[in-house]
């Protein structure tokens, strides 16, 4: 007889789509309303006031039925024309994505890398900034957090810098990683433009993009020589049937989702979701720092406070880390993410965004730790004590 334990509830602890609360499913599951009358429109008029204060901001927001990479593509073509030049601040692989994006509509890219393993540098970006006597740069283009390789960067600092080189650039922020789950003030720390996806952080199902839109990038509408019919800002701002935000039917049974997963972080407090996510971010962090060993794992962000509080990237050493993530899955029902671009074969990442709590981290850190010790792989210390003790400290503030 082969042995499996693989026979409860599967967890998916990647990094989005994340887990799903079955409050936001049991919202999804119902029948196709009217689209043009009743109940649909005051739902969606609802999601339109609310989704502001999730990035803090007063702009606009415009929803595109699509990933975040569509969202991409609506930032762009609302605020940028062909020859356009954009300053990409690079951190992984996220915002130079978008920066090719962009280059494939005729904008021209340049590209400023962060330090290796550590977040944008802000004096790095203010000497560009300044060198750029001509002001040829219309936008600068980063991700607050950055998926693969799981860094963090100062989007506060970051627009200082861009005001103390007394640079015009509209600052873009991808937040598709960090939204909902780290500390963002989009009008307070200057953002001109966000962007997010529904699946990680707001804990709905792929298929919702974001841009939230300050008064800046709309008058960089204006006179943007990119826009195209089914993204155009303008159409969907415009006065009408309320479908006309979506250049047609609405994502119906998402914007149910979505309701429910906004009264779930209004619920809560936003404050406060950012807080769970720092102490879970946390207790991951002290389990890989226990762990650690020659030629074992490490956390591939060395600072502790570039560390995203979403996912966490963490280097295998001589570990295999597909074979430990096969062995997660196969023999727990814990999936694991991949190492994305240069960390292929030598990474693995834990998602923790949206929708989860001690018992699903502590869960996944054990049995993390069981597939290394089946391995034989080194490890300096169990990462289980350390994250439960960090827990432990958490709950003992709570009052717990």
């Known amino acids: 007889m082969e042995l499996s334990l693989n026979a409860g509830r599967e967890l998916v602890a990647i990094p989005g789509p994340s887990v ?3 409050r936001v499913l049991s919202a999804m599951h119902r029948a196709m309303p009217n689209i043009y009358e009743g109940e649909l429109v005051d739902l969606s ?3 339109f006031e609310r989704l502001p204060g999730i990035a803090r901001t007063t702009g606009r927001v415009f929803v595109t039925i699509s990933n975040g990479h569509g969202a991409w593509e609506m930032a762009i073509s609302n605020t940028l024309s062909r020859g356009d030049r954009v300053l990409v601040l690079e951190s992984g692989r996220f915002a130079v994505a978008w920066g090719e994006m962009a280059a494939f509509s005729g904008v021209q890219v340049d590209v400023l890398e962060a330090p290796e393993r550590g977040p944008v540098d ?3 970006v203010e000497a560009w900034l300044r060198a750029d006597t001509a002001r040829s740069i219309t936008a600068v283009f980063v991700a607050h957090v950055d998926t693969g390789t799981s860094v963090r960067n100062d989007i506060a600092a ?5 005001d103390a080189a007394e640079h015009p650039a509209l600052l873009m922020v991808d937040c598709i990683a960090s939204m909902a789950c780290e500390e963002y003030e989009m009008d307070a720390w200057g953002v001109d433009l966000t962007v997010a996806g529904s699946q990680k952080g707001l804990m709905v199902p792929p298929g919702l993009g974001f841009v939230w839109a300050g008064p800046r990038a709309l ?3 204006e006179s943007a020589g990119l826009r195209t019919g089914y993204w155009d800002w303008t159409a969907r701002a415009q006065d009408g ?3 006309l935000r979506y250049c047609g039917t609405p994502p119906i049974s998402h914007l149910y989702g979505l309701r429910e997963a906004l009264s779930m972080l209004e619920e809560e407090g936003l404050e406060a979701v950012w807080a769970r996510h720092a102490v879970l ?3 991951i962090h002290a389990a890989v720092e226990a762990w650690a060993a020659p030629g074992g794992l490490e956390l591939n962000i060395p600072d502790p406070a570039a560390r995203s509080h979403a996912v966490t990237t963490i280097l295998a050493g001589t570990v295999d880390p597909d074979r430990l993530r096969a062995t997660c899955q196969q023999q727990a029902g814990l999936t694991l993410g991949v190492g994305l671009g240069p960390f292929e074969g030598r990474a693995f990442r834990i998602g923790h965004m949206g ?4 018992p699903m981290v502590l869960g996944t850190l054990g049995t993390i730790e069981a597939a290394l010790l089946a391995a034989g792989a080194p490890m300096s210390g169990s990462g289980v004590a350390a994250a439960a003790a960090t827990a432990g400290r958490a709950f003992a503030t709570a009052g717990g």
Do not use: K, S, W
Not at 355 to 358: A, I, W
């Open 241 to 243: 049937p309320h479908y």
């Open 20 to 22: 799903v609360p079955d």
């Open 281 to 283: 971010a946390n207790v």
């Open 158 to 162: 970051i627009r200082r810098a861009m």
């Open 355 to 358: 929708h989860l709590n001690p």
């Open 122 to 124: 802000p004096a790095a």
């Open 219 to 221: 008058t960089a509408h």
């Open 45 to 47: 008029n609802e999601v």
